[in-house]
C-alpha cells in the first residue's frame, strides 16, 4: 500500500510541476491525484469506519483555508471592481525609472502583505502598463514586483496562501511571525531592488502618449476610498479577531465579507440594476480563480494521505538522519519551491513535523514561511506571482533567469542570513 500510495502522489506531484509543458492543469491531477490515493488508502485499510474518520478531520482543515482564501479573494475583487486600488496606484508618479522601481518596489512589498502576493502582482504590473512605455522597462519592473510581491507576502499570517496554512493550521502566530519575518522579507526584497535601480539609474520613465480609461466601469471618489479602506480594514482586523475570539480566521473573514456586501448594497442602492452589476458580490464571487481553490482541495487531501499512512513522518526521520540540520532542510525546501509549488511543499512539511515536538513559532515553522514565501521568486514559474506576469507581460523563461533570477536568488540567501542572525542572537 505505501509504495503505491508514494508512487502516485509523486506521479501526481510531477504532473503539478510540469503544468505548462503538460498543458494539463495542476487543478486537474492534484484532484485525480487525491481521489486515486485516498481510494487506494481506503481499499487497503479495510477500516471504513477509521478511513472516514480521518478523511472527515482532513476536510475540517481543508475547509478552513478553502472557505479563508474564498473570503480574502472576495473582498479583494470587490475593492478591484471599485477601482479602489487607485487610491494607491495613482499617487506613483515621478521623471526618473530609479525612483520609480523604489516606489513600486515598496508599495508591491507593503501591498502584498495585506492582500496576496498574486493579486498584488497584478494590480502592480497592470500599472506599469500604464507608466512606461517600453516593454524592455516594464519586464525589469515585473521581475522586481514578483520579488517584491512574494518577500511581502511572507510576513504576515494573509499575504500568502502558505504562510496562512500555516497560521490556520497553529504553527505561527500573528505578531510573532511579523516580528521575525519583518526584516529577513525586507532584506530580501531591498537587495534585488536596490542593484535594478542603480542599474537603472539616470534613465527618465517613458510614458505611454494614451491612457486607457473605461467609463463604464467608473465610480466616485467616495464609493472607491470607503471599499478600498473597509477591504484592507477588514483584511487587517482578521488577525485580530482570531486573537481576541479564539474563533478559526475563515469566520472572521466571512464576517467581514457580510459587513462589505452589505456596506456595498446600501451604497448602491439607488443605482440602476445595469450599471451596479459589475460592482456586487454576486459578480466579484464569480471572478475569484476557482481553479486555484479547486487546486488547494485536491493537494491538501492528497498530502493528507501520506501523513495519514505515516509516510511524511518517515521522510522526516530520513531528512533529520541524512541532512541532520533543520536550518538547511528548511532552506532546501525554499530552493525546492522555485520549481514546484509551495502549497504542496509546506501543506507536506506540516505532516512531517509534529507540533508537539515542533510547537507554534518553532524555528522551523518560521523559517519555512520565509523560505517557501521568497524561494518561489527564483523561477518565473516558483510562484503565482511570476506565473500571472509571465501571462500579463509575455516574459519568457529563460529571459527571466538571465535577469531576474540571480537577483532573486542573491535576496533569498541575504534575508535567510538576517533571519538566522536574528534566531542566533536573539533566540
Not at 487525491?34 to 477500516?47: F, P
Not at 502583505?113 to 515585473?142: P, Q
Not at 490556520?168 to 519583518?182: D, E, P
Request: with cysteine.
Amino acid at each position: 500500500m505505501l509504495t503505491a500510495i508514494a508512487t502516485v502522489f509523486v506521479i501526481a506531484y510531477t504532473a503539478i510541476a510540469l503544468e505548462h509543458p503538460l498543458k494539463i492543469n495542476k487543478s486537474a491531477s492534484a484532484l485525480v491525484g487525491a481521489g486515486l490515493l485516498w481510494t487506494i488508502y481506503a481499499l487497503s485499510m479495510g477500516d471504513a469506519h477509521l478511513v472516514s474518520e480521518q478523511l472527515s478531520e482532513s476536510l475540517m482543515g481543508t475547509a478552513q483555508i478553502v472557505f479563508f482564501l474564498m473570503g480574502a479573494m472576495t473582498i479583494v475583487e470587490v475593492v478591484d471592481a471599485h477601482n479602489g486600488f487607485e487610491v494607491i496606484t495613482k499617487r506613483i508618479r515621478t521623471s526618473k525609472l530609479s525612483t520609480l522601481m523604489w516606489l513600486v518596489g515598496f508599495v508591491t512589498f507593503f501591498l502584498s502583505s495585506i492582500l496576496d502576493n498574486l493579486t498584488t502582482t497584478i494590480v502592480m504590473v497592470s500599472l506599469m502598463r500604464k507608466l512606461l512605455a517600453k516593454h524592455e522597462d516594464r519586464l525589469f519592473f515585473a521581475g522586481i514586483i514578483v520579488i517584491a510581491a512574494n518577500a511581502g507576502g511572507a510576513w504576515t499570517p494573509i499575504g500568502d496562501v502558505t504562510t496562512t496554512m500555516l497560521w490556520i493550521g497553529g504553527q505561527i502566530t500573528t505578531i510573532a511571525i511579523i516580528k521575525a519575518l519583518f526584516l529577513p522579507s525586507m532584506v530580501s526584497m531591498l537587495v534585488p531592488l536596490g542593484i535594478t535601480a542603480y542599474v537603472l539609474r539616470g534613465r527618465p520613465v517613458e510614458g505611454p502618449t494614451i491612457v486607457e480609461t473605461n467609463d463604464k466601469h467608473q465610480t466616485t471618489e467616495l464609493q472607491r476610498n470607503l471599499m478600498f479602506f473597509l477591504g484592507l480594514g477588514i483584511l487587517i482586523a482578521v488577525p485580530v479577531f482570531k486573537t481576541v475570539t479564539h474563533l478559526p480566521p475563515f469566520m472572521g473573514i466571512l464576517f467581514g465579507l457580510g459587513i462589505l456586501w452589505l456596506v456595498g448594497d446600501l451604497i448602491h442602492r439607488h443605482t440602476e440594476d445595469q450599471f451596479k452589476e459589475h460592482l456586487t458580490l454576486v459578480r466579484a464571487l464569480s471572478r475569484i480563480d476557482m481553479s486555484s481553490i479547486v487546486f488547494f482541495i485536491g493537494i491538501l487531501l492528497a498530502v493528507a494521505t501520506l501523513e495519514h499512512t505515516h509516510i511524511l513522518a518517515s521522510l522526516a526521520k530520513w531528512l533529520d538522519l541524512n541532512v541532520g540540520r533543520l536550518d538547511v532542510i528548511v532552506l532546501i525546501i525554499g530552493l525546492v519551491s522555485a520549481v514546484v509549488d509551495n502549497v504542496p511543499l509546506v501543506a507536506a512539511s506540516m505532516g512531517m513535523y509534529d507540533l508537539a515536538v515542533y510547537p507554534p513559532d518553532h524555528f522551523l515553522w518560521e523559517f519555512l514561511a520565509y523560505c517557501a514565501g521568497t524561494g518561489g521568486s527564483i523561477l518565473i514559474i516558483g510562484s503565482a506571482a511570476g506565473v500571472a506576469a509571465m501571462g500579463l507581460e509575455k516574459i519568457h523563461f529563460f529571459w527571466y533567469v538571465r535577469n531576474i533570477s540571480g537577483l532573486a536568488l542573491v535576496g533569498y540567501f541575504a534575508g535567510a542570513g538576517v533571519y538566522l542572525l536574528e534566531f542566533w542572537l536573539f533566540p
